[in-house]
């Protein structure tokens, strides 16, 4: 996150550099790996190899944690993805980079952008605007961008702009 640690509600991550490159901010969010699929099978008290019929286990390849399990023609989106589509909004001063995240051991990963210009509402009540975007490791959970005055730091919040911006409940 960059600012000071006490704007966000529970103390914890890593507070970010001005001088943070986007590898920086990759590992310190923990989004530095990538996601593999591999076939599922079961062994046998014998020792025998099943093959688990057609759906793949996804894995984080840094540590080989499942993610998720994925049909054989679905392919999983990379954290550099993610990355490279909020590159643009940073090239062209569109918004700066606010927080990222990992949540789930890697099932869902996140970037938080801060665009530059905000608004004020009726009593002097400054409102920020922000790009958030959300990246899935996780099978049939989509990956999504979407604009949002919910500063997102956790599960929390980030279930919250996303209520906002569908108008579900939480």
Do not use: M
């Not at 840094?62 to 989106?77: E, Q, V």
């Amino acid at each position: 996150f960059t600012g000071d640690r006490s704007n966000i509600w529970h103390s914890q991550g890593q507070q970010a550099s001005d001088q943070w490159s986007v590898a920086d901010w990759q590992a310190n969010s923990g989004h530095n790996f990538e996601v593999a699929k591999i076939k599922t099978q079961g062994v046998l008290e014998d020792g025998t190899i099943v093959p688990w019929g057609e759906n793949q286990l996804l894995i984080r390849t840094d540590t080989n944690a499942p993610l998720s399990f994925s049909t054989p023609d679905w392919t999983p989106t990379q954290n550099d993805q993610g990355w490279a589509f909020v590159e643009p909004f940073i090239k062209e001063g569109f918004a700066s980079y606010d927080t990222a995240g990992t949540l789930f051991d890697g099932r869902i990963c996140f970037i938080l952008l801060k665009t530059k210009d905000g608004f004020q509402l009726p009593g002097a009540d400054d409102t920020e605007g922000y790009l958030f975007v959300q990246i899935s490791h996780k099978y049939a959970v989509a990956d999504l961008a979407l604009p949002t005055s919910v500063r997102v730091v956790c599960n929390n919040t980030r279930r919250f702009a996303r209520s906002k911006a569908d108008g579900s409940k939480i």
